[in-house]
């Protein structure tokens, strides 16, 4: 599969396109996660694009693997930021791509901004399905990000990121110094569920390091047509802890919206 780049927003980023194996399915559109790009996602996109039959569409966010970063620093409001302006400016510059019946999948940030979106524009997606997402801050989100920071330092995990991303110090600093930040200690998205009209699958891992099973339950209780997806035995990233039963579950959601 060859790299393609596309400008939105200002700037270039990388994206891929697995064609639909059959007409007529809706398009999945991938959101990674905070240490995330195309390349992390590894063979996971096309395994949902074989066994969903859908077009699905992968992409790295500004300054993550080789798309193109942003000027200026990240705020607390970063991943509004993503769901409100940088994904709407990805749709906007995408007639190329075409992308209809849209349905997002987001794992962890990609989730919570999946979950954003959905909230702020309830007519776009078809579906959303979101991995390990955040709404609120939990202490146990404090404590996996903390040791991540340790990890850091008395790890090789700056250079195994170092083969994702063309500025992993950048990448790495702008996740763990926003979310460990005093000023993001009560960044919330919940005002944004009740307003979601589209079908949610919400999938969480019991052994999450980074989150509870509250963060998915809370979607349930706002958002009223939310599938729950509680897998024992796996942790931050379901997809490849528990990749059987997730793309079991994403193959059956996105045969319901599509009626099939």
């Known amino acids: 599969m060859t790299m393609k780049h596309l400008v939105a927003g200002g700037l270039r980023l990388e994206y ?23 390349a992390m996602w590894r063979h996971f996109p096309e395994r949902v694009a074989a066994v969903t039959g859908c077009r699905v569409i992968v992409w790295s966010r500004a ?50 901004i999946a979950l954003i979106f959905a909230g702020a524009f309830p007519e776009v997606p078809l579906g959303a399905i979101v991995m390990a997402p955040h709404e609120f801050v939990e202490e146990e989100t404090l404590t996996g990000i903390l040791a991540a920071k340790e990890a850091w330092t008395a790890t090789d995990l700056p250079q195994k990121l170092a083969r994702y991303h063309a500025d992993v110090d950048r990448v ?70 528990q990749p059987a039963a997730v793309l079991g579950a994403v193959d059956a959601f996105v045969r319901r919206l599509s009626g099939s």
């Open 172 to 241: 790495f600093a702008d996740w763990n110094d926003t979310w460990l930040s005093p000023a993001f200690r009560d960044w919330n998205i919940e005002e944004y569920l009740p307003q979601i009209r589209c079908p949610v699958l919400a999938i969480q891992g019991a052994d999450d390091e980074y989150a509870t099973m509250r963060q998915i339950e809370v979607i349930a209780e706002q958002v009223a047509d939310t599938t729950p997806l509680k897998l024992p035995e796996c942790g931050h990233s379901p997809h490849r802890d």
């Open 16 to 38: 891929l396109d697995y064609p639909a194996h059959r007409p007529g399915l809706p398009t999945i559109l991938l959101l990674h996660e905070g240490l995330g790009c195309i």
């Open 63 to 112: 300054g993550y693997g080789h798309s193109q970063p942003y000027a200026e620093a990240r705020t607390p409001r970063y991943i509004h930021r993503e769901a409100l302006e940088a994904l709407p400016a990805l749709l906007a510059a995408s007639a190329m791509l075409a992308l209809q019946r849209l349905v997002l999948f987001g794992h962890s940030d990609g989730g919570s």
